[in-house]
């Protein structure tokens, strides 16, 4: 474009344009600016396709166990809606958007018997089971395009109160993201068919909520906004 003024280039990248180029100009320049964008390009399929993969790994996890079906699908909705109540930033919705599907990554490492006994776990059994935050944590350790998933996955178990594990973070020591998960994570297990109960009702399941709150279980102010997302959007706690 001939127009280059200050507001013009503002106005333009403000709408959305990936790059502003005024006339006249230089060829090499513009071949430049093209290689540029082009390399951009690239690097956004690679991590698209990457996020692809990664939630097929996150299904294929959950595919162990029946009774959960659907269930990262729903923590990753609903993390979504309630970090957006909460106003966390981009980079953080991103993160709880793939934090539903990896959240439980680490059971990769929990033997079928201990993930899928109907019955009550030992304590040896449960020491496995409470591993597998610090296991899918650890397998993406590295990777830069996790590392506001991380967190994410090594803390959804950690309590308001510190009596969580595996670390026995307190408070606002707890990642907000983690803090996020972990209420949206309790709450579709109350929701859902496990070998061990029958879905409960919505108005039991906030019952339930707000009472762990009040012990210490959960952070006030994010269940108190999960609260107000079930009210103003009900489709997300309609019955499945």
């Excluded at 012990?215 to 009900?234: I, K, M, N, S």
């Amino acid at each position: 474009t001939a127009v280059t003024d200050l507001d013009a280039r503002v106005a333009g990248l403000a709408a959305g344009a990936d790059d502003f180029f005024g006339k006249p100009f230089e060829l090499m320049e513009l071949r430049a600016r093209l290689g540029a964008l082009l390399r951009v390009k690239t690097l956004l399929d690679q991590l698209e396709r990457a996020e692809s993969v990664i939630t097929t790994l996150g299904a294929t996890i959950e595919a162990r166990d029946t009774y959960t079906g659907g269930h990262c699908e729903r923590l990753s909705t609903y993390a979504v809606v309630l970090g957006q109540a909460l106003a966390v930033p981009e980079p953080l919705r991103r993160a709880l958007r793939l934090g539903g599907y990896l959240h439980d990554l680490g059971k990769i490492a929990v033997p079928d018997g201990v993930l899928l006994k109907p019955g009550p776990l030992t304590a040896g059994e449960r020491v496995q089971v409470n591993r597998h935050p610090g296991v899918g944590a650890d397998l993406v350790r590295g990777l830069r395009t996790m590392d506001d998933v991380r967190p994410i996955i090594r803390y959804h178990h950690e309590r308001w109160d510190g009596s969580g594990y595996p670390d026995g973070l307190r408070g606002e020591a707890i990642p907000l993201g983690a803090r996020i998960m972990a209420v949206v994570d309790v709450y579709d297990a109350l929701r859902t068919a496990r070998p061990y109960k029958t879905p409960l009702a919505l108005p039991q399941t906030l019952d339930i909520l707000s009472a762990e709150t009040d012990r210490g279980a959960w952070d006030p102010r994010v269940v108190t906004a999960f609260r107000e997302v079930l009210r103003d959007r009900p489709e997300l706690g309609a019955d499945g």
